[in-house]
């Protein structure tokens, strides 16, 4: 019943969202405000994440202004997910354009194969799921299974629609082992709160103690594998909804300094995120174990 009723949402969902986008906007409105004014959904959680990050620089009013402006963003991301599962493949790629597509290809094909850190800023949903339709390389996502069995399947087959290959995340090592001998392009999601802190790296990041997975350090080094980061960079004007951006994190991770390849990227998030504070996750609880240090 359950697995039905679902597939009934989804069908509604993507003729409204191609044949009536205005009721679809109409929803989200709706949406908003219900999360925003009655829901108050994770309200206290993104204004205390703004506050420790910000609180030095801005004061509660312009706080409150970058959480509405998340609220916003966060319909945003819905809207773009509808996107994703209504149209086709030739239309969502006219949504997102590759930087420096040729250097990067080039850079690519060249590879044993290539590790790719990204985050939740932008949609993380839509850019990896679309992000094979744009290289020549395998692409291969680790995650962590949905707990009911019906929606993880479901999730499943939206993502890997258009080529993203998706392993449970505890078969990370033994799936690296396996395409040893391939060019693939693995994407690790490296801003959530760890749920085992051992081995974990600690910095400061917007200027709290944060603890860092450095799985895909460790594996780019145990497999000399070079460490790319991904920019998703939101555009505001016309048709196209993501920039992608490369940015090289190392090339010789066995030459990286323990802790130096997951410091590298949280600056680059860091920078990121102080640039258009909006469009990042603040409704993940991502300090939660930092008390543990």
């Known amino acids: 019943m359950k697995n039905i009723t679902i597939h009934i949402i989804l069908f509604i969902i993507r003729n409204l969202t191609r044949s009536a986008p205005f009721l679809i906007d109409i929803l989200l409105w709706k949406t908003k405000l219900f999360l925003k004014y009655i829901l108050r959904y994770r309200s206290k959680v993104?204004?205390?994440n703004l506050k420790r990050s910000f609180g030095n620089q801005y004061d509660d009013k312009q706080i409150q202004k970058i959480q509405n402006e998340n609220y916003d963003v966060l319909l945003r991301y819905i809207r773009e997910t509808f996107y994703i599962i209504s149209h086709d493949l030739q239309t969502l790629k006219s949504k997102i354009k590759l930087g420096e597509s040729e250097k990067w290809l080039s850079f690519l094909s060249a590879q044993k194969s290539t590790i790719v850190t990204a985050s939740h800023y932008g949609n993380w949903e839509m850019n990896m799921v679309l992000l094979p339709a744009f290289i020549q390389q395998r692409v291969v996502a680790f995650y962590?299974?949905?707990?009911?069995?019906?929606?993880?399947?479901?999730?499943?087959?939206i993502r890997s629609a258009h080529g993203l290959e998706l392993h449970p995340i505890e078969q990370t090592a033994r799936i690296m082992t396996k395409y040893k001998a391939e060019n693939v392009l693995y994407i690790f999601i490296?801003?959530?709160s760890p749920l085992n802190m051992n081995g974990v790296y600690w910095n400061t990041f917007l200027h709290q103690d944060t603890p860092w997975l450095t799985g895909a350090e460790k594996l780019a080094k145990k497999f000399n594998y070079p460490v790319l980061y991904l920019k998703q960079v939101p555009q505001s004007e016309g048709t196209l909804s993501y920039i992608l951006h490369f940015q090289s994190i190392t090339e010789h991770p066995e030459l990286e300094a323990p802790g130096a390849i997951t410091e590298k990227y949280s600056r680059i998030l860091e920078k990121e995120i102080i640039n258009k504070p909006a469009f990042w996750l603040w409704s993940h609880k991502r300090w939660k174990r930092a008390h543990l240090k």
């Open 190 to 192: 490296g801003d959530q």
């Open 144 to 157: 962590k299974p949905i707990s009911d069995k019906t929606v993880d399947h479901i999730m499943l087959k």
């Open 46 to 48: 993104i204004f205390t």
